[in-house]
């Protein structure tokens, strides 16, 4: 079966995320396989491929593709990796995740938005998903420790109990900061946190 949007994810691939430094092969095949009009229509005038952030209800938005790109490839997945998500979102950066990673455990506050990413993540097949509704500023205990944690909302300062759920030599990745965000990653090496702050960016705020 060929999927009309192929294309329009090659190009989105190239001209948005190839072109500006992504180059983790994984991530990049991750990118060019995930339907991603599947979790956000086509809807006046916008095109679900199209290089920035769209409304997906609620007050809440679905990244732009090059950032769930720059996030993912900050994370290192090679493939084997346990990833705890926080904020589910329409789903979209989840199925990225499941694309690469061996499970992600995911958790949306908004009851609404977890159900249906939920149900469009189960009728695309991915089996490597495990799903909650609630807060996620307490991680999720019952699977923890986690290789990987990611949230996709932005705190004002990154919850530093979420260390305590994330393994040795593991990476957490989040937008921080009120008005003005930054991506930060954070390593855990011999039980300490290194942290890098890196690009500026615009998050709904992670509640
Ligand atoms: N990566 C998502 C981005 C969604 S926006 C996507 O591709 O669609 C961020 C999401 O985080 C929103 O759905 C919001 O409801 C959720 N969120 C914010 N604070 C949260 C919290 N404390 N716990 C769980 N989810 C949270």
Same mark, same amino acid.
């Given at each position: 079966?060929?999927?009309?949007? *192929? ?8 001209? !948005? ?32 491929? $199209? ?11 679905? $990244?732009?593709?090059?950032?769930? +790109?720059?996030?993912? *490839? ?6 084997? *990796? ?34 249906? +990413?939920? +149900? ?9 998903? $495990? ?25 004002? !300062? ?6 305590? !759920? ?14 003005? !965000? ?19 960016? $615009? ?5």
């Amino acid at each position: 079966m060929t999927d009309p949007y *192929e294309t329009l994810r090659e190009w989105m691939v190239e001209t !948005q995320i190839h072109s500006r430094g992504i180059r983790d092969p994984r991530v990049l095949a991750a990118m060019r396989k995930v339907p991603r009009h599947e979790f956000v229509s086509f809807s006046q005038g916008s095109s679900p491929y $199209s290089d920035g952030p769209l409304p997906i209800g609620k007050g809440q938005t679905i $990244s732009q593709p090059y950032i769930v +790109a720059y996030m993912t *490839e900050l994370l290192e997945l090679r493939g084997v *990796e346990t990833v705890l998500e926080l904020g589910t979102g329409c789903g979209y950066q989840t199925a990225v995740l499941a694309e690469i990673a061996a499970q992600v455990y995911t958790v949306e506050v908004i009851e609404v938005l977890a159900l249906d +990413a939920e +149900a469009i993540l189960k009728r695309m097949r991915y089996d490597n998903i $495990s799903y909650k509704i609630g807060n996620g500023r307490n991680g999720w205990e019952e699977y923890s420790p986690y290789d990987r944690i990611m949230l996709t909302a932005a705190p004002a !300062q990154f919850p530093k109990n979420l260390f305590d !759920q994330l393994l040795e030599g593991g990476i957490a990745v989040a937008p921080v900061g009120d008005y003005f !965000q930054r991506i930060v990653r954070y390593r855990k090496e011999k039980g300490k946190i290194k942290e890098e702050t890196l690009i500026g960016v $615009s998050f709904v705020p992670f509640v």
